[in-house]
């Protein structure tokens, strides 16, 4: 299991809760979103033991909204391999609708596997492909 999260934005991916690549604007907040990706895990779980069998039978899962905060918005995905995927966004920012959330966690999948597909990568070591940084450095800057 893995997992990735993008907050005001920040970006945290995670493999058996061992976090590979943390990213946050602004970074005082960081360890911050890192509580609340910890915290939507759970919720993260049970949305899939709810979804059973069902799960298997898809290429992706976009879990929504997992939980809304007073100041943030935390949204879901997760893949067939169980790496799961967090995004944290402001609550102020309106201009994001469900599908740039999905759009923006299809990018990030796909920016994952090219991380993933590199030889020179070891699958649990923290990511530092810069190609993936540079990614999600531009989808920060388009959500804040």
């Known amino acids: 299991m893995g997992w990735i999260l993008v907050a005001s ?20 907040n960081e360890l911050k979103f890192h509580y609340m990706v910890h915290t939507s895990l759970d919720v993260v779980d049970e949305k899939i ?11 992706e899962l976009y879990l929504g909204l997992l939980y809304p905060t007073e100041d943030y918005k935390v949204y879901g995905y997760v ?13 102020s920012n309106t201009a994001l609708r469900d599908n740039e959330i999905r759009s923006m966690f299809r990018k990030l ?13 070891n699958p649990g070591d923290r990511i530092q492909s810069r190609a993936f940084d540079g990614m999600v450095t531009s989808m920060m800057i388009q959500v804040c």
């Open 109 to 121: 999948h796909n920016s994952y596997t090219d991380v993933m597909c590199n030889p020179f990568y």
């Open 49 to 59: 033991s709810a979804m059973g069998k069902a799960l298997v039978d898809q290429r």
């Open 9 to 28: 934005a920040a970006v945290i991916l995670f493999l058996q809760n061992y976090p590979l690549y943390i990213r946050s604007v602004p970074t005082e």
């Open 79 to 91: 893949t067939n391999s169980k790496v799961k995927f967090v995004m944290v966004v402001d609550s």
